[in-house]
């Protein structure tokens, strides 16, 4: 039996997969990061590895609903730079 990573959702696109599949960006008390160990304490929301997700995300809001933080263009820049070295 081989054990599976929990399955999580992309807040652009809607896909369900496993969460190591998916880059994880958390509001640490105010702080949005990138988190790629998927660790770090906080609010977290999952998007797919690709930009197209993340420009999804942004056109619906649905990362800064998942967050409950406004998200500047700046924060947008830096994610989009981290799934870019992916």
Do not use: F, W
Not at 2 to 26: F, H, M, N, Y
Not at 40 to 47: D, I, M, Q
Not at 51 to 79: F, P, T
């Amino acid at each position: 039996m081989q054990s599976r990573s929990p399955i999580r959702k992309c807040v652009g696109c809607g896909a369900r997969r496993d969460k190591i599949e998916l880059v994880r960006v958390v509001n640490n008390k105010g702080d949005i990061l990138v988190d790629p160990g998927g660790r770090t304490p906080g609010r977290g929301a999952y998007l797919c590895p690709n930009l197209k997700c993340l420009d999804k995300a942004v056109e619906k809001n649905s990362l800064k609903k998942a967050l409950k933080i406004e998200i500047s263009d700046e924060i947008y820049e830096q994610i989009s730079e981290e799934i870019k070295h992916d």
